[in-house]
């Protein structure tokens, strides 16, 4: 005969899935830049929203490109060498073109590990090869504070 605990049946913890998807925390209203506005708008903006950068899309709202402060601090430095105004050039001409976006059902896990090894601010984020919103450093920190440690395991 089997020896029973007089302790009984203990209770079965009940461990909450929570999502934790790049599309679960991301910002979908954007501020996001056209290829024809002119520098001086995208710097004022930068200051008026706080923000450091945004995404360049086209008339059909596709991603063509990024534009960030380090951009314009750029050709800010380059422009007094060749005694060149920049600030009513367009963003098409400062952008940067190579994109790296990450995809909307990505893990914020995932998501952490490519913002240490790209060294990136900000990542577009891409559904079906759409923008639909941006993910930043700060949304994952955000979201890690929310966790609690029994959740921190990969879906």
């Not at 896990?109 to 601010?121: D, L, V």
């Not at 984020?125 to 921190?152: C, F, M, P, Y």
Request: hydrophobic share 40%.
């Amino acid at each position: 005969m089997p020896i029973k605990s007089f302790q009984g049946a203990r209770a079965q913890k009940q461990r909450r899935s929570v999502p934790l998807l790049v599309r679960d925390i991301m910002t979908r209203n954007l501020i996001v830049f056209h290829p024809d506005q002119t520098i001086h708008e995208v710097m004022e903006q930068f200051i008026k929203n706080r923000i450091s950068g945004g995404p360049v899309v086209d008339d059909s709202g596709n991603l063509i490109g990024v534009i960030s402060e380090a951009d314009c601090m750029k050709q800010i430095s380059e422009s007094r060498y060749f005694n060149m105004p920049i600030l009513d050039r367009s963003v098409a001409n400062f952008m940067s073109t190579a994109v790296e976006t990450i995809d909307a059902s990505k893990s914020i896990f995932e998501a952490a590990s490519r913002f240490t090894k790209k060294n990136r601010r900000r990542f577009p984020v891409l559904e079906h090869n759409k923008l639909i919103g941006q993910i930043s450093r700060k949304d994952i920190v955000k979201a890690a504070l929310k966790l609690q440690s029994s959740t921190w395991r990969q879906p």
